[in-house]
């Protein structure tokens, strides 16, 4: 089974600075997908940046990017001059790649979360 | 379109009591499921659903069951609640994977349903 683990249970940074969030998994499989998600007070799950394993290039979207290592197993996220609607719990989840027969479809495994705060 | 919909949003229980958690989605995903998420854990797959009549177990299934009698309702029922039952549960759907994931294939999250079990 995949694993996910998030090792910074909080993290904080000025608003403008930069953060780097940490995430590792553990898998066997070679093609997969790695996610990130904000989850704000309000509860909602919201994406923030996907990589698809086969692709070597890191994904960015705007003030996110990813440093995705695949031989270290390790897929990082940075914010760039971040801002107070930043502040939030963030999650990165790792999924298998779909494959006839495959038990795992689909799913999606969580790690436990990092709590930024940005502060003014 | 509403998403995914999730009723309630909050609700308090008595242990031993049963219920129901609502799930709907007007995008026609095949692909449907419960999470609950509880403080250093995470998000934890309790079950999902490929298709209308097709459902499996995922990590913590025990005390939770799921039936997915139309494409568009995936309902939690929790048979007599436990104080351990105690969560913030979340209902996603998504598309049938493609080759690639896309928007079109990642999960969209319900709001969430908080539930107390004194």
């Known amino acids: 089974a995949q694993t996910v683990t998030q090792s910074q249970p909080e993290m904080s940074v000025q608003e403008a600075e930069t953060v780097t969030l940490s995430c590792t998994y553990d898998t066997s499989e070679s093609d997969y997908y790695l996610f990130w998600y904000k989850q704000p007070p309000s509860r909602q799950m919201i994406l923030v940046i996907r990589q698809e394993a086969y692709k070597q290039q890191n994904a960015t979207e705007n003030r996110f990017s990813v440093n995705f290592q695949k031989a270290a197993k390790s897929f990082s996220l940075k914010i760039s001059d971040s801002q107070l609607g930043d502040a939030a719990m963030y999650f990165c989840?790792?999924?298998?790649?779909?494959?006839?027969?495959?038990?795992?479809?689909?799913?999606?495994?969580f790690g436990q979360g990092t709590i930024l705060t940005v502060h003014p | 379109n509403a998403g995914v919909t999730q009723t309630p949003k909050f609700q308090v229980l008595k242990t031993g009591q049963s219920m129901t958690l609502q799930c709907a989605q007007d995008?026609?995903?095949?692909?449907m499921s419960w999470y609950r998420q509880d403080p250093g854990m995470g998000l934890r797959l309790i079950h999902y659903s490929v298709g209308a009549g097709i459902t499996d177990q995922g990590e913590v299934p025990n005390g939770y069951n799921v039936s997915r009698s139309t494409t568009e309702d995936f309902p939690l029922r929790l048979l007599s609640a436990a104080p351990s039952q105690t969560s913030v549960y979340f209902c996603a759907s998504r598309r049938k994977s493609g080759q690639t994931v896309s928007g079109a294939n990642v999960l969209t999250f319900g709001a969430g349903s908080r539930l107390t079990v004194l």
């Open positions: 989840a790792y999924r298998s790649a779909p494959h006839a027969g495959g038990t795992s479809y689909g799913k999606l495994t």
């Open positions: 995008m026609n995903h095949e692909y």
